[in-house]
């Protein structure tokens, strides 16, 4: 299940640039493979800059696993 979801927030995050770059017409966006140093997790990090339209646009996925959640997403809901 996690595989599936994963392949459909990629797929739409491509699609989400596709789009931006056909509006705008002249940039396109800059992709940015990371992962984790302890690998918990890796993302896509897709950045335009200096187009017609968008000066600047981002569209970024990541996935991120493991034993707990950090503090700050629990402050609000123990």
Known sequence: M?????????????????????????????????????????????VLTNGTVFEQAGVNFSIVHGDNMPASATQLRP
Do not use: H, M
């Open 2 to 46: 996690i595989d599936q979801v994963k392949a459909y927030l990629l797929s739409l995050q491509q699609d989400i640039c596709d789009q931006l770059e056909q509006v705008d017409g002249k940039a396109v966006f800059i992709k940015d493979e990371w992962q984790k140093p302890d690998n918990s997790g890796n993302g896509i990090t897709r």
